[in-house]
């Protein structure tokens, strides 16, 4: 199973993002074989649908989960549609990705069973 990650640079040990849409970049696990990728998030900088765009980003990756600090309405539309799972972490100070998918597997972290975070518009 891949697994998506919100993150502020591309490295394991980099701090996570809470934000989804807007993240700098994801780290998606292999959780089966530990390999992991970075991916710079092509909906950064969108002036609109970050979230939309940034869902359909990690389902084409392969990810099956998707691990943030918050999902939009629109996003969690397209995370339901395309079958992705949504955890959320919070209170998190400064965690690493390492830490908060060291939580994930440990089944600390919170399910997403709608929106979490506010639509946006623009930046």
């Known amino acids: 199973m891949?697994?998506?990650?919100?993150a502020s640079s591309p490295d394991l040990k980099a701090e996570i993002d809470p934000r989804f849409g807007r993240a700098a970049c994801f780290i998606v696990v292999d959780d089966e074989s530990q390999?992991?990728?970075?991916?710079?998030?092509?909906?950064?900088?969108?002036s609109g649908g970050a979230g939309v765009q940034a869902a359909?980003?990690?389902?084409?990756?392969?990810?099956e989960v998707a691990i943030s600090g918050a999902f939009g309405p629109?996003?969690?539309?397209?995370?339901v549609a395309t079958g992705l799972k949504m955890?959320?972490?919070?209170?998190?100070g400064s965690l690493q990705v390492s830490e908060v998918l060291s939580?994930?597997?440990?089944?600390?972290?919170?399910?997403?069973?709608?929106?979490?975070?506010?639509?946006?518009?623009?930046?």
């Open 2 to 6: 891949k697994i998506a990650i919100s």
């Open 87 to 92: 955890f959320v972490f919070r209170n998190t």
């Open 103 to 123: 939580r994930y597997r440990d089944g600390d972290l919170d399910p997403v069973t709608g929106p979490s975070g506010p639509g946006r518009h623009g930046k």
């Open 74 to 79: 629109n996003a969690y539309e397209i995370m």
């Open 35 to 46: 390999e992991w990728e970075a991916y710079d998030n092509p909906a950064r900088d969108a």
């Open 56 to 63: 359909r980003f990690i389902a084409e990756k392969g990810a």
